[in-house]
């Protein structure tokens, strides 16, 4: 590796221009990777399950469970034809239907994903926010207060929906 010697002389002129130049030199030798015996880097790779997505943000076809049910809701995997009781909303075509659900207080809203595309359900006011619901998977929670809730699915933020608890 080639080394430079700086030597210090008497002052004269331009000897901060050749001490700048000097220190120039140094930063692009050393960041050159001259006289490196490390192989020159590749582009990363991504390895996906075998029945997983390639597109980031969406499940696959993968046999996992549902994650978790945050505090005070229920989350449980309801297949086709499996009945929901109570007010429902139903996730197709990446729309929440109804857009708009009046319930009484203490009324327990279930809401069941119907498209190939794993979906949430999560509130502006952070009241509730569902696991990801893959086909299938249905999401349960029970409204204690009255007022109006307003929530989307996180994965796709241009899915919203109200759903207004009156007394």
């Known amino acids: ?12 002129r331009g000897g901060a221009l050749a001490a700048l130049t000097a220190a120039a030199a140094l930063l692009v030798a050393g960041c050159s990777g001259f006289g490196s015996d490390a192989a020159p880097p590749t582009n990363p790779s991504v390895t996906f399950g075998a029945q997983a997505s390639t597109t980031p943000g969406f499940a696959g076809n993968g046999t996992g469970g549902p994650a978790a049910p945050a505090p005070g809701t229920s989350a449980g995997t309801g297949g ?29 809203v279930t809401w069941t994903n119907h498209d190939g595309e794993p979906h949430t359900v999560v ?15 249905t999401f349960s929670f029970t409204f204690t207060t009255p007022g109006s809730f307003d929530y989307i699915c996180s994965v796709h933020p241009f899915m919203h929906a109200t759903v207004l608890v009156t007394k």
């Not at 502006?124 to 299938?136: A, E, K, M, R, Y």
């Open 1 to 12: 590796m080639p080394s430079l010697i700086v030597r210090a002389h008497a002052p004269r």
């Open 80 to 108: 086709a034809g499996v009945p929901v009781s109570g007010p429902s909303i139903g996730i197709d075509n990446f729309m929440f239907a109804p857009v708009k659900l009046t319930v009484p207080v203490g009324s327990t």
């Open 123 to 137: 509130a502006n006011d952070g009241s509730f926010h569902s696991p990801g619901l893959d086909t299938g998977a």
